[in-house]
């Protein structure tokens, strides 16, 4: 069977790597090195390029390095809250016309706030370029945050709110998880969009002191994408963020520890709720919070239990024993604190949460106790390697991918060296790691089920 | 108001408007020496492969007493096939890093094909496997069945989902496209692999397909690869269309309680083919009501001064036997019967009115534009290549466009609001449990 392994991918991935890739895989050696350009400019700011002449369209993408755990409890959703009002106009553009300026000059652009990150994006045609980069570096110092026009947003908000928690018994049950995971009031238990009452209560002054104290060239990164190059944006960057002033900003800090009362149960019963769902998060290092050597093993670790339906969990729970209607484990190691290795199982019907508990227990158990294969760890790296060839195929997922990580405390060579690290782990890596992260007193166990008597 | 002058004047001195750009993809129309059509752009910057492809019949023509089979079938055309199981099937895409997979929409049976190039021979040897020997397994149907039955059991408790299905209920009653393409829990229990055998057959037809390709493929070669993958299917007459469609002509409002804090709310009216001469117009009216973003009237009067919603927006929707123009949003259930009453304003401001000179231009520009914003992988630039295909237009057609939209009049588009904004074709929907809306049976 025709099988493309490890050894090919990774000659498509790695810049220099030591053999050289077959001469069929010659270009994808060359979308591998992908060519991102960077340079800092005097006032701090980061910028990263990354040339495709695929389409004549270019995306521009600012990442401040602020998100929602940089916040305190009673003052939840500001970071968010914040990202609405940068489209409430400066003194050269109006309230509402970033987007209608974008869009009349055949471009779309949005915004999204994360626990540790705030981006705004646009994509647009090339020539375009300026354009948008002149208006994001206008509202990087002088947007206006109006009481006017802060009490619709607020009500918007509050809507969005409604709609993707409110309306949702899975997010809120995640909310109430994370509190115990992570410890109540403390970063990445509150959540992004905030508490409803903190929505309410946030006002002018909150949002313009959260403004003052994190929006800055130097706390920010600039990736352009698309039919440019890295001396046309220089050229740009330099006049419309270059001039604007550096600001001190406090260092980012957040805890090494998670919640101090765990294992935990967490029990969401909710008439909307029509099938069940048991799963289990672990406090997890990530690349920069806790045993992060354990970063790159518990990916292939998550892929191979539970990434795919020829997962193991997927394979034994779903396939052969019936037990769940799917399953899955994931686990994200771009967070700038702690973060969670996650395994998820719906069961299949007449099966109860406690028939799934002891079965992925089970495999859990067998895992650490019998190891995996090589064949398998090698499968999972195959698979995450290809997906990050594929991602190059994507104009979108490149800034994703290097904002991301500038905002969580990697570097752009933590990206570029990732297909060699995730290439270097080893069975014995993965079960050390598994056993490092399935323990006890670290983990949080959701249930999602419907009412009481509703079923 | 003086302020305001200013301010305009400021903007237009301080930016630099051009017109949307123009674009063209050099788009080979190849014939195959089995006598298969399709479309390729050759694309040498990315080591990728990407196919979109399509057959005639959907879940529309599910048989009856069956509801849920089409889509039960495209499902499991990728759970195993000739000597291999779902698992086994499945790791070799896995291992040959390729993606495959089949869709059910309610008039097509629509697949697309991922891979590296280095890899082809064995992504074009999956899609043959898939095509021609699925094996349909008592075992991975049952897995599937189960699975679609719990996901048809959630939907009916999503707000979003209600709202559609009960949508597509109240607009199509009597009419194949009122069916739920996942199926009901008595159709999917009818399913039987021989029954799914059959289905495929009456599906997989050579003389339906259309097929596009974008990558690293040359045009001899592709040929080669389509023959290999689809040249053994057997021509054949597709399922019948589904019967004309007769529009509503009285308004009706249709609450669905659910408990939850938000109401979701459609709206939906009688839309335009898109073959139709005033398409174009229509594209540009509804990009000024409530398409594309965050420009539009709808979000600038519901959620920008009202804050009434997160999301409010309108689109057009063709299908083989209808066209609809669906406005959408979700409003506290306080609030729900604001924002409908607002958006039937907006309605008739549109309709009595039109757009203005401003609106028509931005609107110009942004669809002339945005077209190139949707090329930006593989996967998208050979799914807009298949959708021309379907939609009966031309390869030059991405030339022509500009043209298009840019001969459309004021006057086209407050003809265009007139015929499509009516009143008395509205069909509303709210889910949840909406203060102040009154069910119109």
């Given at each position: 069977m025709p099988l493309l392994g490890r050894r090919a991918l990774l000659g498509g991935l790695l810049?220099?790597?030591a053999l050289p890739p077959a001469p069929a895989l010659a270009k994808l050696f060359s979308v591998g090195r992908r060519n991102a350009e960077t340079f800092t400019l005097a006032n701090g700011l980061q910028a990263i390029v990354l040339p495709s002449r695929r389409a004549p369209i270019v995306t521009q993408v600012v990442v401040y390095?602020?998100?929602?755990?940089d916040e305190t409890f009673g003052h939840t959703g500001a970071a968010h809250f914040l990202e609405h009002m940068m489209f409430k106009g400066t003194d050269k553009v109006p309230a509402g016309e970033f987007s209608r300026i974008v869009s009349r000059n055949g471009g779309r652009d949005n915004a999204y706030t994360t626990f540790d990150s705030t981006g705004y994006h646009q994509t647009i045609a090339a020539e375009q370029l300026e354009l948008v980069m002149r208006m994001e570096a206008d509202r990087m110092v002088n947007v206006h945050i109006t009481e006017r026009e802060i009490v619709p947003e607020r009500q918007v908000i509050l809507e969005e709110r409604r709609m993707?928690?409110?309306?949702?018994p899975a997010s809120l049950l995640d909310e109430a998880v994370r509190e115990q995971l992570y410890g109540r009031h403390k970063p990445y238990a509150m959540p992004v969009i905030g508490y409803a009452d903190d929505i309410r209560r946030l006002g002018v002054n909150d949002l313009l002191a959260f403004y003052r104290r994190h929006y800055a060239p130097n706390n920010a990164v600039l990736i352009v994408a698309g039919d440019t190059t890295p001396e046309k944006v220089r050229t740009l960057a330099e006049r419309h963020y270059g001039p604007i002033a550096r600001r001190r900003t406090e260092p980012r800090t957040r805890p090494s520890?998670?919640?101090?009362?765990?294992p935990q149960k967490v029990v969401r019963a909710d008439a909307r709720v029509a099938e069940p769902r048991w799963s289990r998060l672990w406090l997890a290092p990530s690349y920069r919070v806790?045993?992060?050597?354990y970063a790159y093993a518990l990916q292939v670790l998550a892929r191979l239990f539970g990434g795919t339906e020829t997962s193991r969990l997927s394979r034994v729970l779903v396939n052969e024993r019936r037990i769940g209607l799917s399953a899955y484990a994931s686990y994200s190691p771009s967070s700038l604190g702690l973060t969670s290795f996650d395994i998820g199982v719906h069961p299949a019907k007449s099966r109860s949460m406690t028939d799934v508990e002891d079965a992925v227990m089970a495999e859990m158990k067998k895992l650490l106790d019998g190891g995996v294969t090589a064949e398998e760890v090698e499968r999972a790296q195959n698979q995450l390697l290809a997906a990050a060839i594929y991602s190059q195929d994507s104009l979108a997922s490149g800034p994703r991918i290097y904002g991301t990580a500038l905002s969580t405390g990697s570097t752009v060579a933590d990206v570029d060296a990732w297909p060699e690290r995730i290439a270097a782990v080893t069975a014995d890596d993965v079960v050390a790691a598994a056993r490092h992260v399935w323990r006890d007193d670290g983990a949080v166990t959701a249930l999602l089920t419907p009412a009481e008597g509703s079923r | 108001m003086k302020r305001l002058r200013l301010l305009v004047a400021a903007l237009a001195a301080w930016l630099l408007l051009v017109p949307g750009m123009a674009f063209a993809i050099d788009i080979k129309e190849i014939t195959t020496p089995l006598g298969i059509k399709a479309w390729l752009v050759e694309d040498k910057s990315t080591p990728v492969v990407a196919l979109s492809f399509s057959f005639s019949g959907g879940t529309a023509s599910d048989p009856s007493g069956q509801a849920g089979i089409t889509d039960l079938m495209a499902g499991l055309l990728t759970d195993g096939a000739g000597s291999m199981d779902a698992q086994a099937f499945r790791q070799r895409q896995e291992d040959a890093a390729a993606s495959l997979g089949f869709n059910a929409s309610l008039d097509r049976l629509t697949g697309s094909l991922r891979v590296l190039s280095a890899n082809r021979d064995e992504g074009f040897e999956l899609l043959r496997l898939a095509l021609t020997e699925p094996r349909f397994d008592a075992d991975i149907l049952n897995q599937r069945r189960a699975q679609t039955l719990a996901a048809l059991n959630q939907a009916a408790q999503r707000p979003g989902s209600v709202a559609s299905r009960t949508l597509m209920e109240t607009l199509f009653a009597g009419h194949p496209y009122a069916a739920d393409p996942d199926g009901t829990p008595q159709g999917l229990a009818a399913v039987t692999p021989d029954l799914l055998k059959k289905r495929a057959a009456e599906l997989l037809l050579r003389n339906s397909l259309v097929i596009a390709a974008v990558g690293d493929i040359g045009e001899a070669e592709l040929a080669r690869q389509i023959d290999r993958s689809f040249g053994v299917l057997p021509t054949g007459t597709p399922p019948a269309l589904p019967p004309e469609w007769v529009p509503p002509t009285k308004p009706r409002t249709v609450v669905v309680e659910r408990p939850v804090p938000q109401s979701t709310a459609l709206l939906a009216l009688p839309g335009i083919p898109r073959?139709?001469?005033?398409w174009y117009a229509a594209l540009v009216m509804n990009h000024v009501l409530g398409g594309g973003g965050q420009q539009s009237r709808l979000f600038n009067e519901v959620r920008e001064k009202r804050g009434l919603a997160y999301s409010v927006s309108s689109g057009l929707r063709t299908y083989k036997r209808a066209a609809l123009l669906v406005m959408s949003t979700g409003s506290a259930n306080e609030r729900v019967a604001e924002a409908l009453k607002v958006i039937r304003a907006e309605m008739a401001r549109m309709r009595t009115d039109g757009v203005t000179e401003a609106e028509l231009n931005d609107a110009r520009t942004y669809l002339t534009g945005a077209l190139a914003l949707s090329l930006d992988s593989s996967g998208s630039i050979a799914g807009l290549l298949h959708s021309m295909q379907i939609d009966g237009l031309s390869p030059d057609h991405l030339t022509r466009r500009a043209s298009l939209i840019a001969a459309v009049k004021l006057a086209d588009v407050r003809k265009v609001a007139q015929r499509l904004l009516r009143d008395e074709t509205l069909t509303t929907v709210v889910v949840g449990k909406p203060v102040g809306v009154t069910p119109e049976p």
């Amino acid at each position: 069977m025709p099988l493309l392994g490890r050894r090919a991918l990774l000659g498509g991935l790695l810049a220099g790597a030591a053999l050289p890739p077959a001469p069929a895989l010659a270009k994808l050696f060359s979308v591998g090195r992908r060519n991102a350009e960077t340079f800092t400019l005097a006032n701090g700011l980061q910028a990263i390029v990354l040339p495709s002449r695929r389409a004549p369209i270019v995306t521009q993408v600012v990442v401040y390095k602020v998100g929602s755990a940089d916040e305190t409890f009673g003052h939840t959703g500001a970071a968010h809250f914040l990202e609405h009002m940068m489209f409430k106009g400066t003194d050269k553009v109006p309230a509402g016309e970033f987007s209608r300026i974008v869009s009349r000059n055949g471009g779309r652009d949005n915004a999204y706030t994360t626990f540790d990150s705030t981006g705004y994006h646009q994509t647009i045609a090339a020539e375009q370029l300026e354009l948008v980069m002149r208006m994001e570096a206008d509202r990087m110092v002088n947007v206006h945050i109006t009481e006017r026009e802060i009490v619709p947003e607020r009500q918007v908000i509050l809507e969005e709110r409604r709609m993707r928690t409110d309306n949702v018994p899975a997010s809120l049950l995640d909310e109430a998880v994370r509190e115990q995971l992570y410890g109540r009031h403390k970063p990445y238990a509150m959540p992004v969009i905030g508490y409803a009452d903190d929505i309410r209560r946030l006002g002018v002054n909150d949002l313009l002191a959260f403004y003052r104290r994190h929006y800055a060239p130097n706390n920010a990164v600039l990736i352009v994408a698309g039919d440019t190059t890295p001396e046309k944006v220089r050229t740009l960057a330099e006049r419309h963020y270059g001039p604007i002033a550096r600001r001190r900003t406090e260092p980012r800090t957040r805890p090494s520890q998670g919640g101090t009362d765990l294992p935990q149960k967490v029990v969401r019963a909710d008439a909307r709720v029509a099938e069940p769902r048991w799963s289990r998060l672990w406090l997890a290092p990530s690349y920069r919070v806790g045993e992060t050597k354990y970063a790159y093993a518990l990916q292939v670790l998550a892929r191979l239990f539970g990434g795919t339906e020829t997962s193991r969990l997927s394979r034994v729970l779903v396939n052969e024993r019936r037990i769940g209607l799917s399953a899955y484990a994931s686990y994200s190691p771009s967070s700038l604190g702690l973060t969670s290795f996650d395994i998820g199982v719906h069961p299949a019907k007449s099966r109860s949460m406690t028939d799934v508990e002891d079965a992925v227990m089970a495999e859990m158990k067998k895992l650490l106790d019998g190891g995996v294969t090589a064949e398998e760890v090698e499968r999972a790296q195959n698979q995450l390697l290809a997906a990050a060839i594929y991602s190059q195929d994507s104009l979108a997922s490149g800034p994703r991918i290097y904002g991301t990580a500038l905002s969580t405390g990697s570097t752009v060579a933590d990206v570029d060296a990732w297909p060699e690290r995730i290439a270097a782990v080893t069975a014995d890596d993965v079960v050390a790691a598994a056993r490092h992260v399935w323990r006890d007193d670290g983990a949080v166990t959701a249930l999602l089920t419907p009412a009481e008597g509703s079923r | 108001m003086k302020r305001l002058r200013l301010l305009v004047a400021a903007l237009a001195a301080w930016l630099l408007l051009v017109p949307g750009m123009a674009f063209a993809i050099d788009i080979k129309e190849i014939t195959t020496p089995l006598g298969i059509k399709a479309w390729l752009v050759e694309d040498k910057s990315t080591p990728v492969v990407a196919l979109s492809f399509s057959f005639s019949g959907g879940t529309a023509s599910d048989p009856s007493g069956q509801a849920g089979i089409t889509d039960l079938m495209a499902g499991l055309l990728t759970d195993g096939a000739g000597s291999m199981d779902a698992q086994a099937f499945r790791q070799r895409q896995e291992d040959a890093a390729a993606s495959l997979g089949f869709n059910a929409s309610l008039d097509r049976l629509t697949g697309s094909l991922r891979v590296l190039s280095a890899n082809r021979d064995e992504g074009f040897e999956l899609l043959r496997l898939a095509l021609t020997e699925p094996r349909f397994d008592a075992d991975i149907l049952n897995q599937r069945r189960a699975q679609t039955l719990a996901a048809l059991n959630q939907a009916a408790q999503r707000p979003g989902s209600v709202a559609s299905r009960t949508l597509m209920e109240t607009l199509f009653a009597g009419h194949p496209y009122a069916a739920d393409p996942d199926g009901t829990p008595q159709g999917l229990a009818a399913v039987t692999p021989d029954l799914l055998k059959k289905r495929a057959a009456e599906l997989l037809l050579r003389n339906s397909l259309v097929i596009a390709a974008v990558g690293d493929i040359g045009e001899a070669e592709l040929a080669r690869q389509i023959d290999r993958s689809f040249g053994v299917l057997p021509t054949g007459t597709p399922p019948a269309l589904p019967p004309e469609w007769v529009p509503p002509t009285k308004p009706r409002t249709v609450v669905v309680e659910r408990p939850v804090p938000q109401s979701t709310a459609l709206l939906a009216l009688p839309g335009i083919p898109r073959d139709d001469p005033d398409w174009y117009a229509a594209l540009v009216m509804n990009h000024v009501l409530g398409g594309g973003g965050q420009q539009s009237r709808l979000f600038n009067e519901v959620r920008e001064k009202r804050g009434l919603a997160y999301s409010v927006s309108s689109g057009l929707r063709t299908y083989k036997r209808a066209a609809l123009l669906v406005m959408s949003t979700g409003s506290a259930n306080e609030r729900v019967a604001e924002a409908l009453k607002v958006i039937r304003a907006e309605m008739a401001r549109m309709r009595t009115d039109g757009v203005t000179e401003a609106e028509l231009n931005d609107a110009r520009t942004y669809l002339t534009g945005a077209l190139a914003l949707s090329l930006d992988s593989s996967g998208s630039i050979a799914g807009l290549l298949h959708s021309m295909q379907i939609d009966g237009l031309s390869p030059d057609h991405l030339t022509r466009r500009a043209s298009l939209i840019a001969a459309v009049k004021l006057a086209d588009v407050r003809k265009v609001a007139q015929r499509l904004l009516r009143d008395e074709t509205l069909t509303t929907v709210v889910v949840g449990k909406p203060v102040g809306v009154t069910p119109e049976p």
